[in-house]
């Protein structure tokens, strides 16, 4: 009896354990009320809610009110900036709902978005021309583009990974002050010190020759004009663009300065003509393609070359036309920048300020497809006498050109520093003597070329400038402590003087300038190696692309290394 117990059980133990298993595994049928809160398995649900908020993010809202206010002033909507300015397709956003959001609770644990108020702040990634970037947009939409209508850790999180991936920042500004409106005050309860919690990464990007690049847009006030200025490189639209610390109502109470309009206080003509704003463009459209072509001269960051392209200009061009470029007058004046366009390749050269500081010339351009920076004087502006504006103007340049790593062909005619009552009022020195000190203290490679006249502390300071020396000088070139006009009337004032005669004071004044022009021939200097070497102004090109390529082959590996192992610390601002 026991026996065929046992062998009962033993049948039936396995099918039993079976049941049980198939059990677990079959799909049971689950009671109605529980299948509504049940959860698809693919996460559709939480993917439909992304999609839903991208969707109104990315959608304009015609009857708004900001945006109605956006194309009434003739601007892009912020979306429409992004598309225009990235390559097509390239645009990959970061934050993609970050904003405000209203939650309808649905049955169980669901629930929907019922509003949503996007972050006023569009950011990502994209290319320029093949090259990936990190950008932010501001949407002047959403409360005027006010700083704190967006997440601080968003636009936080984009200046760090700008650093971290070494890639270049493009900043679109169109936004309001930092902490926004006073109702900010109201909301929160309470009010604020003004943090600024991104400017510690923004000075280490500049520093580090991470390329941040801006574009005004509309009103940059407060923290958007500062975020701006605080670029490598800026430029403003003349037909929506305008800056300022703070707007037309602000200053009609702080200085009763009344009925300001954007244009007056802080439009092109005041910033594109001090140095605020580097460069002015006609429209949007047009400041998407200069921050498009500066970014074609530089690099990710200064850890690297700049960038080499290929050029069907021919290195041993000859520039015949430099040979008569400079008048044998001299009180006749030429065009410094058609020798900087025969010189570089072809279609190459980009000017930077073009509008302020005008007795120089600086800019970007391209030897054999090598990045290069120039710097000129201005004989047109003040016979090129360098002013304190001009001496800012090539400070910045020098700076801007250390941190990427791009070495300076320079083209000398300097008469020397501005004189007179309004250099002095200006703080000409001031500024020259800061001049001297960032050509003596940055390291990147500089070539010169003398065109003409090289005299005073301003001549001496653009031409001894790197030890030894890498300068020729063309035949129209004259030098020495002072020009000699004026300087015949200093040297040998007490012997003039004592001429009653005004005919033999004059006769003896041209005596002496005859003697001194013949001495100053520029044959005589290059006997006594007082120059290194007088050229034939056709073979410019030719000799400059030589040293550009040995500096790209030799020079700029070396300095590199000695950037990375803290030997050289560049620093723009």
């Known amino acids: 009896m026991t026996n065929n117990d046992n062998s009962k059980s033993s049948k039936t133990a396995p099918s039993e354990r079976l049941s049980q298993v198939a059990g677990h595994v079959a799909p049971r049928k689950r009671r109605s009320a529980r299948a509504k809160d049940e959860l698809p398995a693919d996460y559709s649900d939480i993917l439909g809610q992304l999609e839903s908020l991208k969707t109104i993010a990315s959608t304009p809202d015609t009857k708004n009110k900001g945006y109605v206010r956006q194309k009434q002033a003739g601007k892009l909507w912020v979306r429409e900036r992004v598309l225009e300015l990235l390559d097509e397709g390239s645009f990959r956003e970061v934050g993609s709902v970050s904003g405000t959001v209203q939650w309808k609770k649905l ?5 929907e978005p019922e509003s949503y108020i996007p972050s006023n702040n569009v950011q990502g990634f994209g290319t320029l021309r093949g090259r990936r970037v990190v950008f932010t947009a ?24 700008a650093i971290a991936l070494k890639l270049p920042i493009i900043k679109l500004v169109d936004g309001s002050s930092g ?18 919690p991104s400017f510690k990464h923004v000075a280490e990007q500049l520093n580090l020759g991470i390329p941040n690049l801006g574009a005004v847009l509309g009103p940059a006030i407060g923290l958007g004009a500062a975020r701006v200025v605080a670029c490598h490189f800026s430029v403003m639209a003349a037909d929506v663009g305008s800056l300022f610390n703070a707007g037309p109502k602000v200053v009609a109470g702080a200085t009763f300065e009344e009925g300001l309009s954007f244009t007056d206080l802080g439009g092109p003509s005041m910033h594109c003509t001090n140095g605020t704003i580097d460069n002015l463009a006609a429209n949007e459209q047009e400041c998407f393609e200069q921050l498009r072509t500066v970014l074609s001269y530089l690099p990710n960051s200064g850890a ?13 061009r000859p520039c015949e036309e430099l040979r008569t470029i400079i008048p044998r007058r001299k009180a006749r004046m030429y065009d410094p920048r058609k020798i900087i366009a025969a010189v570089v390749d072809v279609g190459s050269w980009f000017e930077i300020g073009a509008l302020w500081g005008t007795t120089a010339i600086v800019g970007l351009a391209r030897l054999a497809g090598r990045p290069v920076g120039i710097i000129s004087l201005n004989c047109e502006v003040n016979a090129g006498a360098l002013d304190a504006a001009g001496s800012q103007k090539i400070t910045r340049h020098l700076k801007f050109c250390d941190s990427f790593n791009i070495p300076i062909l320079q083209f000398v005619d300097v008469p020397g520093y501005a004189i007179g009552t309004n250099a002095e009022r200006t703080a000409t020195m001031r500024h020259g003597i800061a001049l001297a000190t960032t050509y003596f203290s940055t390291t990147t490679p500089v070539f010169s070329v003398v065109t003409r006249r090289v005299y005073g502390v301003a001549g001496g300071i653009m031409l001894d400038c790197r030890d030894p020396r ?16 004026g300087g015949i009337e200093v040297g040998h004032a007490a012997e003039l003087r004592a001429i009653k ?32 070497e ?27 290394l000695d950037r990375a192992n803290g030997k050289i610390h560049p620093i723009f601002y």
Do not use: C
């Open 138 to 161: 501001d949407d002047f939409s959403i409360r005027a583009g006010h700083a704190d209508g967006a997440l601080m850790e968003k636009t936080i999180y984009m200046e760090k990974l």
């Open 470 to 485: 890498m300068r020729v000088a063309w035949p129209s070139g004259e030098w020495g402590s002072l020009p000699l006009d």
């Open 179 to 196: 902490g926004g409106s006073v109702t900010t005050i109201k909301t929160a309860g309470y009010s604020y010190i003004p943090p600024m």
């Open 107 to 111: 049955e169980g644990t669901k629930e």
């Open 304 to 316: 690297s070359l700049p960038p080499i392209i290929p050029s069907d200009d021919p290195v041993d």
């Open 501 to 532: 005669d005004d005919d033999k004071r004059m006769a003896r004044y041209k005596e002496l300038e005859e003697e001194y022009t013949r001495l100053m021939n520029p044959v005589r200097t290059a006997n006594a190696f007082g120059v290194e």
């Open 534 to 560: 007088i050229i034939d102004p056709a073979l410019t090109r030719q000799i400059a692309v030589e040293w550009l390529k040995h500096v790209y082959d030799e020079l700029l590996p070396s300095r590199l």
